[in-house]
């Protein structure tokens, strides 16, 4: 059974830095693509980042390019969103998530997308606030 658990959202001040894990578990990393999303109330959920099946590709939306960075460690079967310089725009609830076998190739042509994913986690607030 695939399970994913996000962890290490909080409240964080404008310019300041977090870093989200992944941990999984019921599979491998070097199976499935991993993709970050996040989701504000009334909006859709929407890719942030991705990492492909063997650690590549990496892609990042437009909107945290820069500033984010996804990482995986397989001995510890986690996946890591590293998000300096946050904004309050980044504000959110984050959600990691395993690829279907086409979501290795929409990682490398672009942000994660909703579709391609699925076995979500039950997600973690990030709040950037002054």
């Known amino acids: 059974q695939l399970q994913l658990v996000e962890s290490g959202g909080g409240l964080v001040r404008p310019g300041g830095s977090l870093r989200l894990s992944c941990a999984v578990s019921?599979?491998?990393?070097?199976?499935?693509?991993i993709g970050w999303f996040r989701q504000v109330p009334g909006k859709e959920r929407a890719g942030v980042s991705c990492?492909?099946?063997?650690?590549?590709?990496?892609n990042y939306a437009d909107s945290v390019k820069d500033r984010f960075r996804i990482s995986r460690d397989n001995a510890k079967n986690t996946v890591y969103l590293q998000m300096d310089s946050l904004k309050p725009e980044d504000t959110a609830v984050y959600y990691c998530a395993a690829g279907n076998p086409s979501s290795d190739y929409v990682c490398l042509i672009g942000p994660p997308l909703r579709s391609e994913y699925g076995n979500w986690g039950q997600g973690t607030q990030v709040t950037v606030s002054s």
């Open positions: 019921g599979f491998s990393l070097d199976d499935y693509a």
């Open positions: 990492i492909g099946s063997g650690g590549r590709p990496l």
